[in-house]
Each structure stands twice: as C-alpha cells, then as structure tokens.
C-alpha cells in the first residue's frame, strides 16, 4: 500500500531532526578535536591526547557517514522513491522506516546483502 501523504511527512521530519542533530554532534566533535592542539611536554598526555582526537576523528567520520544517508533519504523524496526497496522496488515496512528512516533497503533484503557479503569474504 503506497505511502500517504502525511507519513512521507512524518519520515521527512524524522530525517530533518536527525540531520539536524547530527551537525550539532559533527560541529561539537570538530571543535573537540581541533582543540587544545599546542604543544604538550609530557608524552603521556600527548599519546593520551593523540588517542582521544583519533577517537573523536572516528566518531565524526561515522556521523559524516550517517549524514550521507541521511541527505540521500532526503534526495529519494523529490525523486518519488523514498521508502522503496532500493534492491527489489518494494516497499520498505514502515516499522523500518520508524527505526531508521534514512534505511535503503528492506529488512529482508538487507539480510541478503549481508550474506553475500560473509560468503565473498569467505572466499578470499
């Protein structure tokens, strides 16, 4: 059954708070990491330093990441195709979407994917 009007509404809103606090957390972790880079005497807090920026460096590739998909999700609205399978062409179920609005493909066929890939790494 095609989605509605005023739930595409709703998963558009999910998306925009999401994206929303998901620049916060990205500007708040670049402030984290570029700060307090002058010089420190002591190498342990220098490893201990170096240690906590490589975290937060992690942390902000994931949430640039997250972002990506979050913008995609966005772009599938002005196409007409959001909460489409982007696999099978078939509707994403809503309690999915509930979870994880920017999600690109169904349950079932994200399974799949996940599969094939353990197979392939096997392979190697």
């Not at 999401?18 to 990491?33: F, M, P, Y």
């Not at 972002?67 to 696999?87: H, M, P, Q, S, V």
């Not at 062409?89 to 994917?113: A, F, N, V």
């Amino acid at each position: 059954m095609p989605f509605k009007k005023k739930e595409l509404q709703h998963f558009k809103d999910l998306l925009m708070k999401k994206r929303q606090e998901l620049l916060d957390t990205i500007n708040a972790r670049k402030q984290l990491s570029f700060k307090n880079q002058e010089i420190v005497v002591e190498e342990i807090e220098q490893a201990s330093q170096a240690s906590e920026q490589a975290l937060h460096m992690r942390l902000l590739d994931k949430d640039l990441k997250l972002l990506r998909e979050i913008d995609l999700a966005l772009a599938r609205f002005e196409e007409g195709t959001y909460g489409l399978c982007e696999g099978t062409g078939e509707e994403i179920d809503r309690k999915r979407l509930e979870l994880r609005p920017w999600t690109r493909y169904s349950l079932d066929y994200k399974e799949e994917l996940e599969q094939k890939k353990k197979r392939e790494k096997l392979m190697r």
